[in-house]
């Protein structure tokens, strides 16, 4: 089992920028990559980053340039985001998936950004 604790989240102006953290407890060495994803009012969730084995990441097109995933030895993960827009609102998700697929949620962190 693995446990999932987002933090960082807030109210922004649009330009600015916030860091959020997942810390992950438990059975960390089984998990093969992290992400992040987000929600926005009334749309499904949606990927925004991952992060494999610590060292390669891939990002969702709405946010490359501006935000950056990141992994540190002590089992958490951070997404650095810049020149947050309005549209970037939402709850971010941090996630997890073992070597076996497991699938690992957070409980989610709300973002909010005023324009």
């Known amino acids: 089992q693995v446990q999932l604790v987002e933090s960082g989240g807030g109210l922004v102006q649009a330009g600015g920028s916030l860091r959020l953290s997942c810390a992950a407890s438990?059975?960390?060495?089984?998990?093969?990559?992290r992400a992040w994803y987000r929600q926005a009012p009334g749309k499904v969730r949606e990927w925004v980053a991952t992060i494999v084995r610590g060292t390669s990441t891939a990002y969702a097109d709405a946010v490359k340039g501006r935000f950056t995933i990141s992994r540190d030895n002590a089992d958490t993960v951070y997404l650095q985001m810049n020149s947050l827009k309005p549209e970037d609102a939402g709850v971010y998700y941090c996630?997890?998936?073992?070597?076996?697929?497991?699938?690992?949620w957070g409980q989610g962190t709300q973002v909010t950004v005023s324009s």
């Open positions: 996630y997890a998936r073992s070597v076996t697929g497991r699938e690992y």
């Open positions: 438990g059975s960390t060495s089984e998990i093969d990559a």
